[in-house]
């Protein structure tokens, strides 16, 4: 029998396909995703404060009250800023009005006594802006009577006994004066440099009594009274120098 030599042919491995080379990035190479759009950030916003640099003059009026009665105020001053702080020079004129009324039983009699001073202020103050054109102030100022026996009496008694009445006045001149005292303010208010309108709500304390009480024989006793001033001022101003 021939024997049938089968030559079996070797397989050989299935040829696998070639990969492709992956080139990986350098460290120094730069890589750009185009796919993401890169968005600057919006600019903030800043909040900032108009600058001021400019010397301005003013009238000013008001009405307020104080521990002996009403007042009203009239006065001029001076104004200097500098962006976000200022100084104030001020004088203003005051007069203090207050009245008390005193029944007495025995004879049925009336009696009223007027307090009415008229007093000049001076005063200096600091100024910080809070806002463009709101600030809030400090400072001190000084009051000056011009007529410190201010007061007047009178009575319903019958003309025989005036002569009462005019003695009772010149014992109370003599007794009670208005002296001068000096007090701090504090103050807020609203200044324009666009359109010159001032207004502002002003407190001030007195740590001397207002009224001195002298030493006398009528029985008139010392007293505590300190003042405490409120007044509500509006006012106008003109400027002095150029605004830079």
């Known amino acids: 029998a021939k024997e049938v030599a089968v030559l079996e042919k070797k397989k050989t491995p299935q040829e696998q396909p070639k990969q492709q080379a992956i080139i990986e990035p350098e460290p120094d190479d730069i890589v750009i995703d185009t796919a993401e ?70 004879g049925n009699i009336d009696e009223k006594t007027v307090f009415r001073y008229h007093v000049i202020m001076p005063q200096v103050a600091a100024r910080l802006y809070l806002l463009s054109d709101l600030y809030m102030g400090v400072g001190v100022g000084m009051s000056i009577p011009l007529n410190p026996g201010g007061i007047d009496f009178s009575s319903n008694r019958t003309a025989m006994f005036a002569s009462v009445d005019e003695l009772t006045r010149e014992h109370l001149r003599e007794t009670l004066r208005a002296r001068l005292h000096v007090m701090p303010l504090l103050k807020i208010g609203y200044s324009s440099f666009k359109n010159g309108i001032e207004a502002s709500l002003q407190y001030g304390y007195g740590f001397m009594d207002l009224i001195k009480t002298n030493e006398n024989p009528y029985g008139y006793h010392k007293a505590t009274n300190n003042s405490h001033l409120l007044l509500l001022t509006v006012g106008y101003t003109i400027p002095l120098t150029k605004q830079k």
């Open 37 to 106: 759009t890169i968005r600057e950030p919006k600019p903030k916003r800043i909040f900032s404060h108009k600058h001021y640099y400019q010397t301005r003059i003013g009238i000013r009026a008001g009405v307020g009250y104080s521990v002996i009665g009403n007042l009203g105020a009239i006065g001029v001053f001076a104004l200097w800023r500098h962006d976000r702080l200022g100084v104030e020079l001020a004088a203003d004129y005051t007069w203090l009005s207050s009245t008390l009324k005193e029944h007495k039983q025995i």
